[in-house]
């Protein structure tokens, strides 16, 4: 029998470098056929040095999950991202061209801008007044002629890659290919005009544990009928032919709306007319998708609900949660999305509670990876992802290393 000892679920850091060979053992029973895998090993979610590797290997270097593009509006407009690697801005410029900076001024490293939200025609520096254009460059330095030798053409803000998807913000300050092609083989969603909807509502939570407790929960629903009494008496998790969705960074399908139930609410009122193009074949399902590694995106009927999850420390996260309808529903005077709004907050509250609690549960000493659940296939899809992302160099270089 393993011992507890073996998997590694000790205080402190405990990941080697080589991996040893029942870190390796562990990891690629994690990464192994949905049949035969394990379910990941405590320290994945608890020792610091696998934060570090995530840090550098996803959210630094790959794609990463800024906004919607309807927050960028009009010139000045901003977004914020705070991960534990990367702390960006994204500015759609004067001329209408959308970039992405370091969030850190040239002069001395201040940290520019604090919540997304309108900065107006200049981004300036809190400190000690440095500014810039939208674009990036530097148009201002108090008491300029201190610094006369300065060559100020090469003070622009460091820039970022950006690129948008489906209305959707991403930043990278890595190089791994292009976003389109990364999700090439997603669903084509166009159909539904995501790029139109309208920002309605926004909620930010703070959870005590690690990020991907978040995105395992958000991909199962084998405990709805326990923690969600609300959810599970309007849906149920049924397959639909066709409606199965996997893809190389993405996972995700359906789930049925109950007889008479409109669209998962409290009460369960349609937002009408509903969102655009959503087809009466489709009229019966609300749609969940996970793209890796930290966009979650649920498409009812009359509205999509979007969370974005950044780690700020191995055992905290936070969660912005985003509620997005239609221009024609946004337009209606009677459009009212507090059933959806209070609906999914509670559900949130009781989805963080567990995952909480799964966090010091994975940080007992006690604690050893178990089987899937036959219902879990895309938390095993986003867990042999990370596993492949992160640790695909170690394992190659940690092949025959002693225990």
Known sequence: MESAAAAGDTAGTVLNTPLSTTQVAALEAVAGPFESARTPPGWLFTDPAVLDLEAA????????????????????????????????????????????????????????VETSGKLGPLIRCPYHAWAYSLAGALTAIPKREATAKVDVATLGLVPLRVAVWNG?????????????????????????????????????YRVACNWKLVIENYNECY?????????????????????RH????FTGGPMSLEPGVAT???????????????????????????????????IAPDYALVHYVFPASVDRCTV???WLVSPAQAARADCDIDPALGFWDRTNHEDFALCETAQRGLAASGQLPGPYHGWENCVHDFDRWLVQRVFSSLLSASAGTSP
Do not use: K
């Open 320 to 322: 912005t949660t985003q």
């Open 264 to 298: 998962l609410a409290e009460p369960a009122t349609r937002i009408e007319p509903g969102l655009t193009g959503w087809r009466d074949a489709d009229r019966r399902m609300v749609f969940y998708f996970s793209v890796f590694p930290n966009l979650l995106l649920t």
């Open 168 to 204: 959707f913000v991403f930043v990278c300050a890595g190089e791994p290919g292009s976003l389109d092609e990364r999700l090439a083989d997603f669903p084509d969603l166009s159909y539904l005009a995501l790029d139109r909807l309208c920002l309605v509502a926004e909620r930010h």
């Open 223 to 243: 405990h709805c009928a326990i923690a969600h009494p609300a959810l599970h008496r309007l849906s149920r998790d049924v397959g639909f032919d066709g409606y």
């Open 57 to 112: 290997s996803l959210f630094l270097n790959d794609w990463v999950i800024a906004g919607h593009v309807s927050q960028l509006g009009s010139a000045g407009a901003c977004l914020c991202v705070d991960t534990v690697s990367l702390h960006a801005i994204v500015v759609r410029g004067d001329d209408d061209v959308i970039r992405a900076f370091h969030n850190s001024c040239r002069h001395r490293g201040t940290r520019l």
């Open 246 to 249: 996997r893809g190389r960074h």
